[in-house]
């Protein structure tokens, strides 16, 4: 039976009779396993080359085996403990990039140690939410949100930043937002999700890394977010929420959908109540086949 370690409380909390379930499932919708439950807020796996899961709780990082059978294990990054669940793990396996709730981007080595920040300044609100790396690990892609007439989540647009450090270059330039970038592992083409096509109801779109050539790819009643690619390039899963959601918030009755990049085979893999937290970020196994995701289960 997965154990139930105790982690800090930090933003929102679990509602009475809920936990948090960190859960490893087939592609295909087979062999659905719990590898952790939890009594707090835990979100966002991402799946090592070593085969570890990386998670964030109460503004901190955790890593558990995948296949389970052991507790989870705190990664030093002090003296960070602010973290949000935009976290991305380099290409070559050695480091992990964080977005702290101070609005920044670090990174620090894999198994923990001081993280350095390599976000910039900007004279207004600039919020960095980290969410993807490119295959040759020199360019992180991220979403940016900026303060706009008064309201300060009034642009909300993709841009990318040397991952190194260096000059932010904006890619999508929308009063309508554009959140969740990833590029595929070919590095030609950068999947999204956005609101440019109506209001209020997000698809799944893809772009050039110069931000030209955006195309829709998802066109239907679901509001979809956060396209996933696997490791070898031939499959895609992304988070499907109900009709009329606005954002992605937790809570909600989400489907987990799989397509292949031309846009074909979608089909529903697994059904359950989630949303924030759920797969925020890349949680596709190195042989990808699997991935993994939180859900939130009442009772």
């Keep these: 039976m997965p154990s139930k370690p105790a982690f800090a409380r930090r933003g929102r909390a679990l509602l009475p009779g809920q936990r948090s379930e960190l859960t490893v499932i087939n592609a295909d919708g087979t062999g659905r396993?719990?590898?952790?439950?939890?009594?707090?807020?835990?979100?966002?796996?991402?799946?090592?080359?070593?085969?570890?899961?990386?998670?964030?709780?109460?503004?901190?990082?955790?890593?558990?085996?995948?296949e389970g059978g052991a507790e989870p294990v705190l990664i030093d990054t002090a003296p960070l403990a602010d973290l949000n669940n935009d976290h991305v793990l380099a290409p070559d396996g050695?480091?992990?990039?964080?977005?702290?709730?101070?609005?920044?981007?670090?990174?620090?080595?894999?198994?923990g140690g001081t993280p350095k920040r390599?976000?910039?300044?900007?004279?207004?609100?600039?919020?960095?939410?980290?969410?993807?790396?490119?295959?040759?690990?020199?360019?992180l892609v991220y979403t940016?949100?900026?303060?706009?007439?008064?309201?300060?989540?009034?642009?909300?647009?993709?841009?990318?930043i040397p991952a190194?450090?260096?000059?932010?270059?904006?890619?999508?330039?929308?009063?309508?937002?554009?959140?969740?970038?990833?590029y595929t592992p070919d590095g030609q083409w950068i999947w999204f999700n956005s609101e440019l096509a109506s209001p209020g109801h997000a698809q799944i779109f893809r772009m050039r890394p110069d931000g030209s050539e955006v195309t829709q790819v998802t066109i239907d009643e679901r509001v979809n977010w956060f396209?996933?690619?696997?490791?070898?390039?031939?499959?895609?899963?992304?988070?499907?929420?109900?009709?009329?959601?606005?954002?992605?918030?937790?809570?909600?009755?989400?489907?987990?959908?799989?397509?292949?990049?031309?846009?074909?085979?979608?089909?529903?893999?697994?059904?359950?109540?989630?949303?924030?937290?759920?797969?925020n970020v890349n949680s596709w196994a190195p042989d990808s086949r699997r991935f993994a995701?939180?859900?939130y289960p009442i009772g």
């Excluded at 050695?94 to 620090?108: E, G």
């Excluded at 009755?253 to 949303?275: E, S």
């Design 33 to 66: 396993r719990v590898v952790l439950v939890a009594d707090e807020i835990i979100e966002a796996p991402n799946w090592t080359t070593d085969g570890m899961l990386i998670f964030n709780a109460g503004g901190q990082l955790w890593r558990i085996p995948a």
């Design 164 to 182: 190194a450090g260096g000059p932010d270059t904006q890619l999508t330039d929308s009063t309508r937002p554009d959140d969740g970038a990833e």
């Design 94 to 111: 050695r480091s992990i990039y964080v977005s702290s709730d101070d609005s920044h981007l670090y990174v620090l080595p894999i198994g």
């Design 227 to 279: 396209p996933h690619f696997s490791p070898d390039g031939q499959s895609i899963v992304y988070l499907s929420y109900p009709e009329g959601t606005q954002g992605h918030p937790p809570d909600k009755a989400v489907i987990l959908r799989f397509m292949r990049p031309d846009g074909t085979g979608r089909r529903d893999v697994v059904a359950f109540n989630g949303g924030q937290g759920t797969i």
């Design 118 to 139: 390599i976000s910039n300044e900007h004279p207004e609100r600039h919020h960095y939410y980290l969410h993807g790396v490119s295959p040759d690990g020199r360019t």
């Design 144 to 160: 940016g949100v900026n303060t706009r007439d008064g309201n300060r989540w009034g642009y909300v647009n993709i841009w990318t």
């Design 293 to 295: 995701y939180v859900a």
